[in-house]
């Protein structure tokens, strides 16, 4: 049965990516730029996830940390330098930024981060749109090149959408090796029980501010991709509702599961584009599909489908119970 | 025999298919700011291109055929205005409309030009039009043309010689303050005090206290209408005296409505306004005001008149041709003589840019005064 | 020192109003640990519904009436009922999400059913300014001050001497003790619920004139509300009030003497600031309860 279950997992898997790679061949270049932004949106989400859901800290700064990686790789590949060392910038400054933040935060009192970083995204914006010298203020940075991958041009809508998910890949497998490394196994640790982590002798705090800082430079390396997909950006995609955006699709995708992010940007991402055949309604049916969502399901879409396993697995076990005690009663 | 049937039966069909051709509409694409910050902007100019479709289907269409236009929602951001942009044009509309936001209009305008398809849009940034664009298109003043005038009235007629320059902070404000700073310097106007504020902002009391503290001879106000109605009840609660001069939101109908006799004596040069001392214009506020129950601002118009370009353009050319679309509008003058809907005489420029009638106007007594009429340049 | 004078009284009629949603916004978070994003939205919303009553024709008063009581309906009762009972017991984010989806919707709907225009309010202030201490102040101002101050007043009074108040101060502190001890905790939340929805409806009438009726009008507030709650204390009602006057001086003065620019930036330094150094707020008690 588990074996049976892994093989089908498998399976699944590996068409979702085949289906990722082939279907979007002959797509237009809006579809193709559209699977690009959920590309980039789902690893934004996921560095959230992994502070959420992971170690179970509040933060309101994600839009920002992908701003801060937008304007590293805009400022520096304008300047014709090459994106991978925009990125390498955009990481260790979000990773910095988000440890000094954290660290204080995190050291007054648990939840507290969530306040301090609510502040820190009104004032990354505000540098952004004020520090003309560096950022051009609120008439944003046009012109941002599309790297080249490997000798490969990615200027076409579609290397570019391949490039996308390639990065996606990329930052699936290594959070995928982190959570099962000692560190994600402390993180989940944190979130399951922080007295026993801590009676453990995992230095709770530490492993927080971590699982933060990893997680903000995960929006750093959003960003760093978010430039050269829109090849033009200024201050207002990165304020406070971006957070919030981030913030919702961790949780309607379901926070502290691994593939909540991916179900999550897409419901962010594509769930408003199928329902523009309403008109001026889709935000506002956009909005009242979450509340249901929510109020069916609390812990998101892979909560439902996780109850739903549960409730097999429950069932299942009662079965074997009734089996085995109707043969023990049986039995002479 | 056979043959002539068959060469009967394909030209019958050849000319099924031109009359289907003839009556097929056409489509064209709007990419807005409907939602977001930009809302405002983005569902007067939906608002206008919708009346304007209205009329022009009613009367027969252009060259016969109805006018289609889909409407897509840019959320006020440049990213979601790219890929909404990229979407209209896979469809291949006939024309491209909007977006009104500056930086969304400089984010999408490399997409119409490489599609080779025309783009009537609503930013008034200088520099859209100044990187060799050949399809895109103003509906209104760019603030390079309409800032020398505000500057020039500042220098001749209120011999100010140090202005406060308030402004809002978002492409429009900052776009409108660098070059009208620009154009002060020209004067050896002093800027004397250089007052960014926020959209949405409602308390104004600091802002006011720093002006009065420079003591200008005149100030410039560049906000959006509810900012300039604040702004305005400010000044006169703190007794700022000195000439309040604004660029077509300062001296708009709503302001006076919101700012009640605070408005009084601000002065304005106004590019469109539905206050125009112009029949045509009176005519259709009418009309708006009867089809939405409310009076537009000078983005309703924007939305009206780039219809109306489409099908003063299309009439010239006889034809319905995108790819020649952009270079028959380069250059050509269209009259209201001639094409009513296009409410005042215009004039567009290898650039794009338009050239058009401006006022001069005055606030009093809770009306609009035409204080002077800036005539067309060519 | 005149100017000063002039940005604390302007400050104070703006603090007043921060001060007025953010009251909600505790209440909230007191009786059943809702924090609600769409505060802002409810506060725009009521002052819609009195609109729209107008225009169907009813005179101001009566639309006043109706749209309070509409806001009761629908802002107290209906959320309580849809959207924050089926989400509470399963913890604060999740509903909190919530929320925000229905600051959207409810934006939208504005937006849609009524006009994306800012439409000019009736004031119950007569319009006009008065001369204090050679201060000119507009009378707007002064009555949001005055209610601010009333609320305050009435709220403590409900809270401190009565018997509702003991047993509504029971369910904030400690609800399972609460129910043991015999209070009606479940319609004691609902009261709260009320309360809030009944101080936004007022809050929309002194606001909208100043603010002018738009569907995005709640953006501001519902942000400058939620900060100025968390720097005065999200568990007490004075808390909030101090910590929107604090940030309405705060942000005036900030324009005035740091840089209009960056005038936003002053209360988010002040907001980090003060949880460094006082994580409960300024007159909020310490949290025995973790989120």
């Known amino acids: 049965m588990t074996i049976n279950g892994k093989y089908w997992r498998i399976a699944l898997g590996l068409a979702v990516i085949a289906a990722l790679i082939i279907v979007p061949m002959n797509f237009n270049r809006y579809g193709l730029y559209i699977l690009s932004q959920w590309a980039v949106m789902t690893i934004a989400a996921m560095g959230l996830n992994l502070t959420l859901g992971y170690a179970g800290q509040v933060s309101l700064a994600q839009g920002a940390f992908v701003g801060i990686g937008a304007y590293a790789a805009a400022i520096m590949t304008t300047q014709g330098m090459p994106l991978i060392a925009a ?180 419901i962010a991402v594509l769930l408003p584009e199928w329902l523009r055949f309403t008109q001026g309604y889709y935000l506002m049916l956009y909005a009242i599909a979450v509340m249901l969502l929510l109020i069916y399901s609390p812990t998101g879409i892979l909560g439902i489908l996780d109850r739903y396993l549960a409730e097999r697995r429950t069932k299942a076990a009662s079965a074997l119970r009734a089996v085995t005690k109707s043969r023990l009663e049986t039995a002479p | 025999m056979k043959s002539g049937f068959f060469a009967g039966l394909l030209l019958a069909t050849v000319s099924a298919a031109a009359a289907f051709a003839q009556g097929a509409p056409i489509k064209l694409a709007d990419v807005a700011e409907l939602s977001g910050g930009g809302a405002t902007v983005g569902n007067n100019w939906k608002n206008g291109i919708d009346l304007a479709i209205e009329e022009i289907n009613a009367k027969g269409g252009v060259l016969g055929r109805k006018l289609e236009v889909t409407h897509a929602d840019s959320q006020s951001n440049p990213g979601v205005a790219r890929a909404q942009v990229q979407k209209a044009l896979d469809n291949e509309p006939y024309v491209l409309l909007g977006p009104g936001y500056s930086g969304s209009v400089k984010v999408t305008s490399p997409l119409a030009a490489e599609a080779g398809i025309a783009q009537i849009m609503g930013g008034e940034a200088a520099e859209l039009t100044q990187g060799g664009n050949k399809f895109l298109f103003r509906t209104s003043f760019g603030q390079q043309s309409s800032m020398p005038k505000v500057a020039k009235y500042i220098n001749d007629e209120l011999k100010a010689k140090s202005v406060a320059v308030v402004w809002v902070n978002n492409d429009f404000g900052k776009g409108g303050r660098d070059v009208i700073t620009k154009e002060f310097a020209k004067y050896n106007i002093k800027v004397a005090a250089d007052l960014s504020t926020e959209a949405g902002q409602a308390d104004f009391a600091a802002d006011v206290s720093k002006i009065k503290a420079a003591a200008p001879d005149a100030v410039f106000i560049y906000l959006n209408e509810e900012e300039s109605a604040r702004i305005l009840k400010e000044l006169k609660r703190q007794a700022v005296t000195v000439p309040l001069m604004g660029e077509t939101t300062l001296v708009g109908q709503k302001v006076v409505e919101l700012a009640g006799d605070a408005a009084n004596g601000a002065r304005g040069h106004v590019g469109l306004t539905t206050d125009a001392p112009v029949d045509l214009v009176k005519a259709f506020r009418e009309k708006f005001v009867k089809k939405y129950n409310y009076v537009p601002d000078h983005n309703g118009l924007k939305g009206y008149l780039a219809i109306y370009m489409i099908k003063a353009t299309t009439d010239k050319m006889g034809k319905v041709d995108s790819k020649a679309f952009a270079d028959t509008l380069h250059g050509l003058t269209i009259k209201a003589a001639n094409e009513p809907g296009i409410l005042m005489d215009v004039t567009f420029d290898e650039k794009g840019d338009i050239d058009r009638q401006g006022f001069l106007v005055e606030i009093v007594e809770g009306k609009q005064v035409v204080k002077q009429v800036l005539p067309k340049l060519n | 020192m005149s100017n000063l004078l002039d940005l604390l009284v302007a400050g104070l009629a703006t603090g007043a109003i921060y001060a007025l949603v953010a009251v909600g916004f505790t209440l909230l978070w007191q009786t059943s640990q809702t924090i609600n994003f769409a505060q802002g939205e409810f506060v725009m919303l009521p002052a819609f519904l009195m609109l729209a009553v107008m225009h169907a024709g009813a005179p101001f008063w009566l639309a006043i009436i109706l749209g309070i009581l509409l806001s009761l309906l629908l802002l107290g009762l209906g959320f309580k009922l849809l959207l924050v009972d089926p989400m509470l017991r399963h913890g604060v984010l999740p509903l909190a999400i919530a929320t925000m989806a229905l600051a959207i919707g409810i934006k939208e709907a504005v937006k849609q059913f009524f006009s994306a225009e800012a439409s000019p309010f009736p004031s119950i202030v007569p319009a006009g300014d008065v001369s204090i201490l050679g201060r000119v102040v507009s009378l707007q101002s002064l009555g949001v001050l005055a209610l601010a101050i009333a609320v305050v007043i009435g709220l403590t009074m409900l809270l401190n001497r009565t018997s509702i108040g003991h047993q509504m101060q029971a369910t904030a502190q400690n609800p399972t003790v609460a129910r043991i001890i015999g209070v009606p905790v479940e319609r004691m939340i609902l009261l709260t619920f009320l309360i809030n929805a009944f101080l936004v409806a007022l809050a929309s009438l002194l606001i909208t004139p100043i603010y002018l009726a738009k569907f995005s009008s709640g953006e501001v507030l519902g942000q400058a509300a939620f900060i100025a709650a968390i720097v005065g204390g999200f568990n007490q009602v004075r808390g909030a009030i101090a910590g929107g006057l604090l940030i309405g001086v705060v942000d005036n003065l900030a324009a005035a003497y740091v840089s209009t620019q960056y005038r936003a930036a002053v209360p988010m330094v002040l907001l980090i600031v003060i949880i460094l150094f006082r994580p409960q707020g300024l007159l909020g008690r310490p949290e025995e309860r973790t989120v």
């Open chain 1, 87 to 266: 990125l390498g910038v955009a990481i260790v400054l979000c990773f910095a930024i988000g440890w000094i933040l954290g660290y204080p935060a995190l050291r007054v009192q648990h939840h507290y981060l969530a306040f301090v970083t609510l502040a820190f995204s009104t004032l990354a914006f505000l540098v952004f749109r004020n520090e003309d010298w560096l950022t051009k203020g609120i008439y944003g940075i046009s012109g941002i090149p599309r790297p080249n991958v490997l000798g490969f041009a990615t200027n076409r809508p579609l290397p570019f959408y391949y490039f996308c998910l390639g990065s996606l890949a990329i930052v699936s497998l290594a959070m995928w090796w982190l959570i099962r490394s000692p560190w994600g196994r402390a993180f989940v640790a944190l979130r399951e029980n922080p007295v026993r982590a801590l009676s453990l002798g995992i230095d709770t705090r530490r492993y927080t501010l971590m699982a933060f800082a990893i997680g903000s430079a995960l929006g750093g390396v959003a960003g760093a991709l978010y430039a050269p997909l829109t090849q033009y950006i200024d201050p207002v995609p990165f304020n406070l509702s971006l957070s919030l955006d981030l913030l919702m699709m961790v949780i309607v995708g379901g926070s502290g599961f691994f593939f909540g992010p991916f179900l999550g940007a897409m």
